[in-house]
């Protein structure tokens, strides 16, 4: 089993900025799709970025041109850059692999944008 470990939310102002990072206890994120999930109050997680073994890169429309998903194999870490970032991006933020299998669930990390 894999343990993965979230960190890099914080309270934002509306434009700002943040990194998140997601690390895994074995050296595995290479050999899979990995994404980044999302989960607002009262609403289902959802999968807003994830990367391929071979680093292709998607995005849901509602972050394309203000996130950006990146992988450090040699550090077993995941991250993603948010830019631009807006009250309708708070949320808990959690990685795992993309597809039916998933790995368990990290506490995951919270992301508030506020004025």
């Known amino acids: 089993q894999v343990q993965l470990v979230e960190s890099g939310g914080g309270l934002v102002q509306p434009g700002g900025s943040l990194r998140l990072s997601c690390v895994a206890s074995r050296n595995l994120l290479s050999f899979f799709a990995m994404g980044w999930y999302r989960q607002a109050p009262g609403k289902q997680r959802e999968l807003v970025a994830s990367i391929t073994s071979n680093t292709n890169r998607n995005y849901a429309d509602s972050v394309k041109g203000r996130f950006t998903i990146s992988r450090d194999n040699a550090k077993n870490t995941l991250y993603l850059q948010m830019n631009s970032l807006k009250p309708e991006d708070t949320a808990v933020y959690y990685c795992?692999?993309?597809?039916?299998?998933?790995?368990?669930w990290g506490q995951g990390t919270q992301v508030t944008v506020s004025s």
């Open positions: 795992n692999k993309v597809g039916t299998t998933k790995w368990s």
